[in-house]
């Protein structure tokens, strides 16, 4: 009779953090860093998953670099409006025409789910107002409307600390 042993894979090692929600039960919400770029027109909400790529040589294995995985990204339209420390973004806000104000997708490589559903109810709080090269605090919490996609009906929601980039 064989065993199985469940050993930790240095060339994969668990994340850092994980998103809460009902999410997370269909998909891995596991990542390392979180990041805000900022663009004239809009923000990004980052949560980023870092992987080690290892090279194999006459030497022996080393190092390559690495790659990132995005395995929960929130788009918003800031809509002319600013991000002030404090501010609460809606983001399940419309326009009249009907274009939600906030996005939510994902890049996990082998992955092939890319997008989520409409938000049903949604919030992002800054506790700061984004500086590019500083931080932010904040949290968010998203419930998707109901349909047939995997996250249909269900929630992902947590804080965070982020790096601020453009």
């Known amino acids: 009779m064989a065993l199985a042993c469940c050993v930790p894979d240095p060339d ?38 870092v992987h080690q790529l ?6 022996g294995p ?13 788009g918003l339209q800031l809509w002319g409006r ?14 009249d025409a009907g274009v939600q104000r906030a996005t939510f997708n994902r890049d996990v490589l082998n992955d092939p789910r890319k997008t989520f559903p409409r938000c049903r109810i949604g919030g992002l709080h800054l506790g700061s107002t984004p500086v590019p090269g500083g931080t932010v605090s ?20 947590g804080n965070f600390t982020a790096k601020v980039v453009q």
Request: glycine share 12%; charged share 20%; no cysteine.
């Open 138 to 157: 904040g949290d968010f919490h998203v419930t998707f409307e109901n349909g047939i996609e995997t996250a249909s009906g269900r929630t992902v929601f």
């Open 82 to 95: 600013s991000l002030d420390g404090g501010t609460d973004a809606d983001l399940a806000e419309t326009t």
């Open 54 to 59: 290892t090279v194999v040589g006459d030497a």
């Open 12 to 49: 994969h090692p668990p994340a850092a953090h994980y998103l809460a929600g009902s999410v997370g039960q269909v998909m891995d919400l596991g990542y390392d860093e979180v990041r805000v770029q900022l663009a004239q027109e809009d923000l990004a909400l980052l949560f980023v998953r």
């Open 62 to 74: 080393g190092q390559a670099g690495t790659s990132e995985d995005y395995p929960f990204k929130v």
